[in-house]
């Protein structure tokens, strides 16, 4: 009676090294397909994700050591605060995570809590909904390159905007009750005293500690992204992607979603890149369903995108579970103002 759960509590410990050493047999097992897929995953990383996310990143350090955030926050209060129930520098994150893309509001978020610029409860909270799709990606990537059509781009900008917006306002409730008060005085004396502000004389230092800073963070998401494009490859070539698609279709079809989506909901629940341009590839007489699952797809964000958070915050004592629980919500929302906007503005229907 006792061996089941010794075998139980085994499997338990050795999950992980077993998880990992089929990987890497399967990485030899199938080299043939494995290798076109890495080297296109770094081409996607090095053509699409470093030329519009480091940018970004130097820019956010760049701005953490100057007194922005301090004026944002004395602006901004009246806003984050009865809106979002946070201190008026969440803006920041909040900004800059609209303007820029995955994973730079989480990052941001992170350093406040580091710095002990908002408490732990709100900078949960700006995790819900401050780490989105930057317009570059949504209205560029995918909306020209991808759609072939710009409108398409900012109808799913605008909805994602707006998912993001509402999932916020949720999240205003996220720990009510139990937060950690910080008083906004000492707090922002405390985050000057820790990082200098730019100046003339310590620019260089500043901007050398910010480019490392970001190559840092950008080669972290490199690794995610050729990771994800090995995953996914050797799911395609093992056959196992294609059966967890004759799988669930009929959980689809009852939706009236026709099975040719369901291979690229199933990649971009994985890596959402990948899985945009295979919906988007399909073709299909009703385009608002590639939209709508493209609108899904964005507020989510995936697997590889959850693990570029969580090895983030992971350095913080912050929960990872209200940037779960938001992303799965800004999905559902922005899914949904994508159909509503479709059929309240004709101009965004796309159906034949």
Not at 266 to 274: A, R, V, W, Y
């Amino acid at each position: 009676m006792i061996k089941p759960s010794i075998y139980v509590v085994k499997l338990k410990r050795n999950f992980l090294p077993l998880l990992f050493l089929g990987f890497t047999f399967c990485l030899l097992l199938f080299s043939s397909s494995n290798l076109p897929a890495v080297k296109s995953g770094l081409a996607l990383w090095a053509n699409s994700v470093v030329p519009s996310l480091f940018p970004f990143f130097v820019a956010t350090e760049l701005l953490m050591h100057t007194n922005v955030v301090t004026l944002l926050g004395h602006f901004l209060n009246n806003f984050m605060k009865p809106l979002f129930n946070i201190r008026g520098e969440g803006s920041f994150a909040f900004i800059m995570g609209i303007i820029s893309g995955y994973p730079v509001g989480a990052k941001i978020a992170t350093n406040f809590r580091e710095n002990n610029i908002c408490s732990k409860e709100e900078c949960e909270r700006l995790l819900s909904f401050t780490n989105n799709s930057g317009p570059l990606f949504v209205i560029g990537t995918v909306g020209i390159l991808m759609f072939r059509n710009t409108v398409i781009g900012i109808l799913l900008f605008c909805t994602h905007l707006l998912a993001c917006i509402t999932v916020g306002i949720f999240f205003r409730f996220w720990k009510k009750g139990k937060e950690t008060f910080l008083n906004s005085s000492k707090n922002v004396s405390l985050y000057n005293s820790q990082k200098n502000y730019a100046s003339f004389s310590n620019l260089g230092e500043v901007l050398a500690e910010s480019i490392t800073n970001s190559i840092s963070t950008i080669l972290l998401i490199g690794g995610f992204v050729v990771i994800f494009s090995s995953i996914i490859s050797i799911l395609k070539a093992s056959g196992i992607l294609n059966n967890l698609t004759v799988l669930i279709s009929p959980i689809f079809q009852l939706f009236h979603v026709d099975s040719n989506f369901v291979q690229g909901i199933l990649t971009g629940f994985l890596e959402i890149t990948n899985g945009i341009n295979t919906i988007s590839n399909i073709a299909s007489r009703k385009l608002s369903i590639n939209i709508i699952l493209v609108a899904f797809l964005l507020g989510f964000g995936g697997i590889s995108v959850l693990l570029q958070v969580w090895s983030i915050v992971s350095k913080t004592d912050l929960s990872i579970k209200p940037y779960v629980y938001g992303k799965i919500l800004q999905g559902v929302f922005a899914s949904f103002y994508t159909y509503v906007f479709m059929n309240v503005f004709p101009f965004f229907n796309f159906d034949l």
